[in-house]
């Protein structure tokens, strides 16, 4: 290893590829000639998935799928012979929502690999223009909207890194969600009923249709707590073991993926 260390500028979702794309801040040594780019694997082990050229500077991770959870990079730089340290890492906004009636709850996990002020809030519709309709603190992950429109509309969450200016169009941003939208960006409804909700040791899941699915519990930070493959009607989860707070119930089958919050007591 040699003393330099790379940072990453920031990671953001690539509306081209529907992937992640990770920016590198520019190394300005010669000695070194490309990045190497891990990222963090399921037994917290940073494993590597490519690399890139100094001169270019940003990486697409092809096997990334954004809308399903947050993911977590780092970056080394290498030269003939030698490798740096690994970069501090940097953490994704993942995006997902709740909606009833007319109200649409949006929540993210936060981005973490560089101090900012505040989340940006996106809502446009149909092939119409973004529009930003609400400013949250940094610390505030829950943004509540109230739509009456008769189109599905999608959603995006923006924070702006140091190392670039909004006016430069290169920010971070979440993955996209449409309401009852189907594709790699959207989120597909399917009915499920909760309770009781709070909860403090069973969590009753009850769905209209039979069919495989897996169920997965996140807290707001991103982390994954349980994790559940049923083709049954009737789940009864086991909470007592995970701390008290707010939770996201991710519920995907082959078809459809949704997301639900409830409350540990």
Do not use: A
């Given at each position: 290893?040699?003393?330099?260390?790379?940072?990453?500028?920031?990671?953001?979702?690539?509306?081209?590829?529907?992937?992640?794309?990770?920016?590198?801040?520019?190394?300005?040594?010669?000695?070194?000639?490309?990045?190497?780019?891990?990222?963090?694997?399921s037994t917290s082990n940073y494993e590597f998935i490519g690399d890139v050229s100094t001169l270019e500077n940003e990486f697409i991770d092809t096997t990334s799928i954004?809308?399903?959870?947050?993911?977590?990079?780092?970056?080394?730089?290498?030269?003939?012979?030698?490798?740096?340290?690994?970069?501090?890492?940097?953490?994704?906004?993942?995006?997902?929502?709740?909606?009833?009636?007319?109200?649409?709850?949006?929540?993210?996990?936060?981005?973490?690999?560089?101090?900012?002020?505040?989340?940006?809030?996106?809502?446009?519709?149909?092939?119409?223009?973004?529009?930003?309709?609400?400013?949250?603190?940094?610390?505030?992950?829950?943004?509540?909207?109230?739509?009456?429109?008769?189109?599905?509309?999608?959603?995006?969450?923006?924070?702006?890194?140091?190392?670039?200016?909004?006016?430069?169009?290169?920010?971070?941003?979440?993955?996209?969600?449409?309401?009852?939208?189907?594709?790699?960006?959207?989120?597909?409804?399917?009915?499920?009923?909760?309770?009781?909700?709070?909860?403090?040791?069973?969590?009753?899941?009850?769905?209209?249709?039979?069919?495989?699915?897996?169920?997965?519990?996140?807290?707001?930070?991103?982390?994954?707590?349980?994790?559940?493959?049923?083709?049954?009607?009737?789940?009864?989860?086991?909470?007592?073991?995970?701390?008290?707070?707010?939770?996201?119930?991710?519920?995907?089958?082959?078809?459809?993926?949704?997301?639900?919050?409830?409350?540990?007591?």
């Amino acid at each position: 290893h040699v003393s330099v260390t790379p940072s990453i500028c920031m990671v953001t979702y690539d509306s081209v590829t529907n992937r992640n794309k990770i920016v590198m801040t520019s190394v300005s040594s010669v000695i070194f000639f490309h990045y190497n780019i891990y990222k963090l694997g399921s037994t917290s082990n940073y494993e590597f998935i490519g690399d890139v050229s100094t001169l270019e500077n940003e990486f697409i991770d092809t096997t990334s799928i954004p809308y399903q959870k947050p993911y977590t990079y780092k970056i080394s730089v290498v030269g003939d012979t030698i490798v740096s340290m690994k970069s501090p890492s940097h953490t994704t906004i993942w995006l997902h929502y709740e909606k009833t009636g007319n109200q649409v709850d949006l929540l993210w996990t936060p981005y973490s690999g560089f101090t900012f002020d505040s989340y940006h809030i996106y809502r446009k519709v149909g092939s119409g223009s973004w529009n930003q309709i609400g400013l949250n603190n940094n610390s505030t992950l829950v943004f509540t909207d109230i739509y009456t429109g008769t189109d599905n509309p999608t959603y995006y969450v923006e924070v702006v890194p140091p190392c670039s200016t909004k006016s430069s169009g290169q920010t971070v941003t979440s993955n996209k969600v449409k309401i009852g939208g189907v594709g790699i960006d959207s989120k597909s409804y399917m009915d499920v009923h909760i309770f009781p909700n709070p909860v403090n040791k069973t969590l009753t899941l009850e769905l209209q249709k039979p069919g495989n699915r897996m169920f997965r519990v996140y807290d707001l930070l991103g982390k994954e707590w349980l994790t559940l493959s049923s083709d049954q009607e009737k789940i009864n989860l086991n909470v007592e073991t995970i701390p008290p707070g707010i939770y996201i119930l991710k519920i995907q089958s082959e078809s459809s993926t949704t997301t639900t919050k409830f409350c540990k007591e």
